[in-house]
C-alpha cells in the first residue's frame, strides 16, 4: 500500500510562483514512476507531469511546458512540482499519483495510487 499526502497549494495571483510537494510512504518508492494531475470545476482529471523512478525522464502536457518543472528525491520518498509563471487556466485540485511500473505515463488510468489532492487557485 502506498499512501500519498500533497501540500503547498494556494490562492496566489497570476504570473507568481508555487511549488507542490507530494510525500509518499512505502519502501519501494525509487521504483514507482510519479505523476502530477489535476482537475479543474466541471472538467476532467487531466495529466500535468510524470517522471520515471530515476528521475532522469520527464514528461509534461503542453500548456505547462517551459512553465512547470517536476523533480523526486527518493531518499526523501517526496515528488515536487515547481509551477512558475501560474496563469488563471491552472486553477485546479491538484493530485499526486504513483505508478508501480517504474515507467513514466500521461495515462491516468496507469496510476496505481493517488493521494487526496491540494487546491491552487491563480486570481487574475
Known amino acids: 500500500q502506498v499512501q500519498l499526502v500533497e501540500s503547498g497549494g494556494g490562492l496566489v495571483q497570476a504570473g507568481v510562483s508555487l511549488r507542490l510537494s507530494c510525500a509518499a510512504s512505502?519502501?519501494?518508492?525509487?521504483?514507482?514512476?510519479m505523476g502530477w494531475f489535476r482537475q479543474a470545476p466541471g472538467k476532467e482529471r487531466e495529466f500535468v507531469a510524470s517522471?520515471?523512478?530515476?528521475?532522469?525522464?520527464?514528461t509534461y502536457t503542453n500548456s505547462v511546458k517551459g512553465r512547470f518543472t517536476i523533480s523526486r528525491d527518493n531518499a526523501k520518498n517526496t515528488v515536487n512540482l515547481q509551477m512558475n509563471s501560474l496563469k488563471p487556466e491552472d486553477t485546479a485540485v491538484y493530485y499526486c499519483?504513483?505508478?508501480?511500473?517504474?515507467?513514466?505515463?500521461?495515462?491516468?488510468?496507469?496510476?496505481?495510487?493517488w493521494g487526496q489532492g491540494t487546491q491552487v487557485t491563480v486570481s487574475s
Open positions: 499519483a504513483a505508478r508501480l511500473a517504474g515507467v513514466r505515463s500521461s495515462k491516468l488510468t496507469d496510476y496505481n495510487y
Open positions: 512505502g519502501r519501494t518508492f525509487s521504483s514507482y514512476a
Open positions: 517522471i520515471g523512478a530515476n528521475g532522469r525522464t520527464t
